[in-house]
């Protein structure tokens, strides 16, 4: 190659770098392919491609096809933050898009307003996503705290005043038992148990034990689809019957498959419409192009990352021609959509997209039923 040719081609990949512009939009996604939370990420990220792919095979947005960069975090927020950092500034993406983790999230706050870069539906309902806005944040589901609020209140409707409550010991867990605690107080009485579990490799036995021998009715476990699957395990090991509550960070396929013989009856909130009710026009779009490529059923981890995926593909169509970060945000910051049966709208003070919320059980046949 010509020394004129490789200075062209530096520059134009320097251009790219700097104003997001490419022949492809990027896009990146660091997030735990591996680890706990696997099953869901993977769900989340098959959800949304059934968009992409879609947009791309009717010639992209504007002329330019999406390309997902997805790389694995090991589900690990000092991971998160250096991958990411890579994608921003030796990839160009565009956007970071649809990881999975409050931590994670949380870690990357300071690279997004370093480089001025959105975060489009990061798969979690942080509270510390929403309030006070972050800028270049724009959620695309409920807070975790009005989760962890319904299903205190909805057990409290049951009759169950005796509810134990276990959160993982880090920021996702310390907001969704902060949503527990609204739940508790909108109830009128307080948690017979409130016990912090470690991230990584929790001994849930003596906690099953000490909730059986203390009659607890029911168990709110705020922890990722791994850990929730250990708890569950252990409690019926230490005999206890307890009704077990989750949150909507595992409401996958891969969640149940690890629960096993002990899946059915597990409650877990959710926070789009049920991915069976084809009634609904999100979830019948999903269903068609679903069906489409071969896969059998929806999770409610598809329908998320689904969720997703359009709210990011019309911003970038409100910001076409050519694309930037900057156009990008400004784009979201106005942006006002139907997703289908769902109302989704953001501006500069208000950047929580949609705040649906309802609760599932897992059925014998391993769905999740509404």
């Not at 250096?82 to 949380?106: C, E, M, Y």
């Not at 706050?109 to 996503?129: C, D, H, I, Q, R």
């Amino acid at each position: 190659m010509r020394a004129s040719n490789r200075l062209l081609l530096g520059l134009f990949a320097a251009c790219a770098l700097l104003t997001g512009a490419s022949t492809q939009i990027l896009i990146g996604q660091p997030s735990g392919f591996t680890g706990s939370v696997a099953a869901g990420v993977k769900e989340n990220t098959e959800g949304a491609r059934l968009v992409f792919d879609a947009v791309n095979a009717r010639g992209g947005v504007g002329g330019q096809k999406i390309e997902l960069l997805s790389v694995d975090d090991g589900f690990d927020p000092k991971k998160t933050e250096q991958i990411a950092r890579d994608l921003v500034t030796q990839r160009g993406v565009l956007a970071l898009f649809l990881n999975r983790g409050t931590p994670h999230a949380q870690a990357l706050l300071p690279l997004l307003n370093e480089y001025k870069v959105p975060l489009v539906g990061p798969s979690t309902g942080a509270m510390a996503l929403h309030e006070p806005v972050q800028p270049f944040v724009f959620n695309v589901r409920a807070t975790y705290q009005r989760e962890a609020a319904k299903a205190i209140e909805h057990l409290a409707t049951l009759g169950i005043r005796r509810i134990g409550v276990f959160q993982t010991d880090d920021s996702f867990g310390a907001d969704g038992a902060a949503g527990a605690l609204k739940g508790f107080k909108s109830a009128g009485f307080e948690p017979a148990m409130l016990e912090k579990v470690p991230r990584e490799k929790p001994d849930f036995g003596p906690l099953a034990k000490k909730v059986n021998d203390a009659g607890i009715q029911a168990v709110l476990v705020i922890a990722s689809a791994g850990n929730t699957a250990s708890a569950v395990k252990a409690l019926r090991a230490a005999g206890s019957r307890a009704q077990v509550v989750t949150l909507s960070n595992n409401a996958s396929e891969g969640f149940v498959k690890l629960l096993g013989e002990h899946a059915h009856g597990v409650v877990v909130t959710q926070v789009f419409p049920n991915e069976r009710t084809l009634s609904n026009p999100l979830i019948k779009e999903a269903h068609d192009l679903a069906v489409a490529k071969g896969i059998k059923e929806l999770t409610p981890a598809m329908i998320e990352g689904f969720a997703a995926a359009k709210v990011l593909v019309e911003a970038l169509r409100r910001a076409s021609p050519n694309p930037t970060r900057e156009k990008l945000v400004a784009a979201l910051n106005g942006l006002r959509m139907d997703l289908g049966g769902l109302e989704l709208a953001y501006s500069p003070t208000d950047h929580t997209g949609l705040d649906f919320a309802d609760l599932s059980i897992i059925a014998q046949d391993g769905r999740f039923r509404r």
